[in-house]
């Protein structure tokens, strides 16, 4: 259920109706729009509450939300959430790209790629130090030395930071190295991974689980909002289909129907939605244009000798900066602005 008020209506009196709703045994999440002030209450409540709040002075509505999933619901918080990380922000009008490998491999990898990640106009640097694989003998990743690998390598070239956090054990020190937590695939129902999460404010990226409704999505970051951390991104990343010849099937459907079910910024995976290299530079686009907040992409310097294996759904550098290079030009034609520095970057210099 959700009460609400007009913006006009004093803080003092909305203060005093959220404790109303307090002492009922509930909670009570203020969300505060351009033109109105929701709250939402979650919990389980007196059925006659709803009529007495309808009865109390500065409130305009109270509705239902019939919807399982509640704060990330746009009924619940009408106006997108738009999350600020230094000078970036995910989820206005600013395209926000990640880029970097599938995992940290060493200090000289994730300093060069991210270099070459800043190069090429990227704002985020991606990485992974704990991998979860399918098979228990590939490549697992390297754990804590990775993130401080990769920290001092998006500092060094004024980058943030986002890696993959799988154990609510590690979500702290993750936390300590990275700028944002992604949660893979495999996760998106680990909900005593979610639970944590929600106790700490790092942003966090989940990804949609790849057999996963929006439904169930919306309900994995429901866990993490309901803990207390607001500033939750959702990727798609493509789901699994009868179709084999694509790793995954990226569903760009997903991006307009969960920017109209949720508040919550978009982002879109083309390298795990299609798993071909010769695939990702046009699903990025396509992302774009059918209005995604950002993209994570993999990039690499070798992706053929990658440790992860990924490396044929990796781009190389200077395809990662053409990219780059054409969605300046496409952004503002989708309502989007990317007009971070660029260079170019010739095919095989990074090698030299």
């Known amino acids: 259920m959700i009460v609400v008020t007009s913006n006009k209506v004093s803080e003092e009196r909305v203060a005093e109706i959220v404790k109303y709703i307090e002492k009922h045994?509930?909670?009570?999440?203020?969300?505060?729009?351009?033109?109105?002030?929701?709250?939402?209450?979650?919990?389980?409540?007196?059925?006659?509450?709803?009529?007495?709040?309808?009865?109390?002075?500065?409130?305009?509505?109270?509705?239902?939300?019939?919807?399982?999933?509640?704060?990330?619901?746009?009924?619940?918080?009408?106006?997108?959430?738009?999350?600020?990380?230094k000078d970036v922000e995910i989820g206005g009008d600013q395209l926000v790209i990640m880029g970097g490998p599938c995992a940290v491999e060493s200090p000289e990898q994730i300093d060069e790629i991210a270099r070459l990640v800043k190069k090429a106009g990227g704002q985020v640097l991606r990485?992974?130090?704990?991998?979860?694989?399918?098979?228990?003998?590939?490549?697992?990743?390297?754990?804590?030395?990775?993130?401080?690998?990769?920290?001092?390598?998006?500092k060094k070239h004024g980058l943030l930071?986002?890696?993959?956090?799988?154990?609510?054990?590690?979500?702290?020190?993750?936390?300590?190295?990275?700028?944002?937590?992604?949660?893979?695939?495999?996760?998106?129902?680990?909900?005593?991974?979610?639970?944590?999460?929600g106790t700490i404010q790092t942003p966090v990226l989940l990804k949609r689980g790849f057999s996963a409704t929006?439904?169930?999505?919306?309900?994995?970051?429901?866990?993490?909002?309901?803990?207390?951390?607001?500033?939750?991104?959702?990727?798609?990343?493509?789901?699994?289909t009868f179709e084999t010849y694509t790793r995954n099937t990226l569903d760009l459907a997903a991006i307009p129907v969960l920017q109209g079910l949720s508040h919550l910024p978009v982002i879109s995976d083309p390298s795990h939605g299609t798993g071909r290299r010769e695939l990702v530079e046009s699903m990025?686009?396509?992302?774009?244009?059918a209005g995604a907040n950002g993209l994570i992409v993999e990039m690499h310097t070798d992706p053929d000798n990658?440790?992860?294996?990924?490396?044929?759904?990796s781009l190389f550098p200077d395809q990662f900066a053409g990219?780059?290079?054409?969605?300046e030009k496409l952004a503002p034609l989708c309502g989007k602005r990317f007009d971070t520095p660029k260079e170019v970057i010739e095919p095989g210099s990074w090698k030299k």
């Open 284 to 289: 990025c686009k396509a992302s774009v244009a």
């Open 127 to 154: 990485g992974g130090a704990f991998k979860p694989r399918t098979g228990p003998y590939s490549f697992q990743g390297i754990g804590v030395e990775g993130l401080a690998m990769m920290a001092e390598a998006g």
């Open 214 to 240: 929006y439904d169930e999505f919306l309900n994995a970051a429901e866990y993490i909002l309901a803990g207390g951390n607001p500033n939750v991104m959702l990727c798609e990343r493509g789901i699994r």
């Open 25 to 85: 045994g509930v909670q009570a999440h203020i969300s505060q729009g351009v033109d109105r002030t929701v709250i939402g209450i979650i919990g389980k409540f007196d059925p006659t509450l709803a009529e007495h709040l309808r009865q109390m002075s500065g409130v305009e509505q109270v509705l239902k939300i019939s919807k399982s999933y509640k704060l990330a619901s746009r009924d619940f918080h009408p106006d997108n959430t738009i999350i600020k990380i």
């Open 323 to 327: 990219l780059l290079a054409d969605l």
């Open 161 to 197: 930071t986002i890696t993959e956090v799988m154990t609510p054990e590690y979500v702290d020190v993750c936390a300590e190295y990275a700028d944002i937590l992604q949660v893979g695939t495999r996760n998106m129902q680990n909900f005593d991974l979610l639970r944590k999460l």
């Open 306 to 313: 990658s440790m992860t294996g990924d490396g044929v759904q």
